[in-house]
């Protein structure tokens, strides 16, 4: 399956993992977090919507308890988002609009 700019779609797990791992690694949790938004949003975009969310929550719960810039939170809640109006989860899209308001 093509993907845009004519990548092959199925190599995008592997290129997500190896830079993750690597992060991990290392504890550069900004990074860290937005490579778990970019994997989530990949996953949901092919129509694996429990493994984005699965990949998701660790990343906004390492959010939460962590001091990094809100930015690297608005990757998790945009993907939150997206998952919650894909699957119709319209009360998740409002709490998760209070949540980043405060």
Known sequence: MEGKGGTNRRRHPKLIKRPLRLLIGA???SLELRALAFGAEYR???GRMDTAL???L???TAFWRSDV????GENLYE????IAGVMNWRH???LVHGRRTR
């Open 58 to 60: 660790p990343g906004l």
């Open 69 to 72: 810039s809100n930015t690297r």
């Open 92 to 94: 998740v899209e409002v």
């Open 54 to 56: 699965r990949s998701l």
């Open 79 to 82: 993907t939150l988002i997206s």
């Open 44 to 46: 949901s975009e092919t």
């Open 27 to 29: 504890h550069y949790l």
